[in-house]
């Protein structure tokens, strides 16, 4: 059953996804949205995407995310619909990720530097498998063709990007995309909540207001599980509620807290950032360089010329934080607190992979000091696939937008397409993107293809930190 343009639609979350959801409500006329959001401003720094930059491209090992971030229209059997349906359907759901980036409400934010990906002469089986199977992916595709260029030599490295020419740049191999590139995370939020909040769509900002601390249901409690519960609003932090006819849950990791029946579907998971300050001739001598992703080290951007801000992340499979359901189940939240810790800290690991990295390609960088370092907190599916859907036995009153596991922010300028058909059509077509019932081991991610390594617990990184102070004292 599809939902009434004119009821209240309450969206839990200001980050990519729901301000994406936002827009495309919106546009879809959807005339009665309110989004809450515990930070005090956009873009929240709860959000994965609270960031310099995210690599925005579409090679993919799965030719089904490649499709959805460029193909205008999807030729998957995954995606057939009747045949009087077709052509509106293709139009409306399957237009290109990239292509909406360079629109006018998204173009000043996407930067099409074009993207590099790499490995070393050292890396494992596992990264170079990767990188060959996603340049599979684009090298034959009739939109990519022309616009790869494989990378064999170091002299082709430093062809493919000047800024190069003083790394080593040890055995590395690889491919150039020219038509990728990386998109400024934080700028993106922040333009499209100014859209939306001139157009008449509600935000409710703040710990107090802005943070929802319980869903409300006409048929039980949030703990009554399979009742054929209704969600019929939100209870915020203040103690006032809140009524809706959609719950839209988009809180990136931190949405289990809300929705306890996903922790055993989508774990919390972090990955290290950091950055170097450089000064305005060197953020000038690295303009327009390529986005770059070693896969057996890490990636780089090109600087931001407003911060003078180099940003590197670690490659690896991550970190979660692992408690203990009320079922005695573990699950993985983000720490408790407004900030998680720890903060201005990564791992000694993650530190080491960054310096190797800088040795190969900017030397005269290697030995600079981090600042701004930190965990960015994603939700994390079994097998990197989203969850797009309704929870189980709320009659399609509460649904969960989550699963981003690190390549979800590229989709933002389509994504919201796919929640509204899912308010249209009163269930999830696509069985990739359905709830899932039960995971089946929470070791998550070490698996996937392009994660490197294995996952650590928060715990132990917390312990290295206390070590390290003491260490120092």
Known sequence: MSTNKQSPITILGAGAWGLSTALHLHNAGYTDITVFDRATQIPSPYSAAYDLNKIVRAEYED???????????MKSKRFRVPQKRAKRSVKKINQEAIKNWKTSLFAPYFHQTGYIVATTGRAPPKATEHLQKALESISSHPVFAKGITA??????FRD?????????????????????????????MRGVWAHLAGRGVRFVLGSERGKVRELLYSGGSTEEVGQGRRCV???????????????????????GSLVPELGSNVVARCWSVAHVQLSKQECDYLRFLPTTNVRDLGFFFEPDPETRLFKLCPLGAGYVNSIESGDGEKVSLPPAGDVPEPQDFIPAEDEVKLRRLLHEVFPWMADRPFVEKRLCWFADSQDSEYCIDFVPDTECSVAVLTGDSGHGFKMMPVFGRWVVDLLKEGRQKESRWKWREHGEEKEWGD???????????????????????????
């Open 233 to 255: 609003g939100v209870r915020t932090a203040d103690g006032r509620t809140h009524r809706a006819e959609k719950v839209i849950v988009a809180l990136g990791a931190w949405a």
């Open 160 to 188: 493919a990007a000047w800024q190069f020419s003083e790394g080593s740049l040890t055995g590395f191999s690889g491919y150039l995309n020219r038509l990728a590139g990386y998109a400024h995370s934080s700028d993106a």
């Open 63 to 73: 030719p089904f995310y490649t499709e959805l971030a460029l193909v205008k229209k």
């Open 151 to 156: 990378l064999k030599t170091p002299q082709d």
């Open 447 to 473: 698996e996937i293809s392009w994660r490197i390594g294995k996952t650590r617990d928060l715990k132990e990184l917390l312990r290295e930190k206390a070590m390290l102070v003491r260490a120092r004292l």
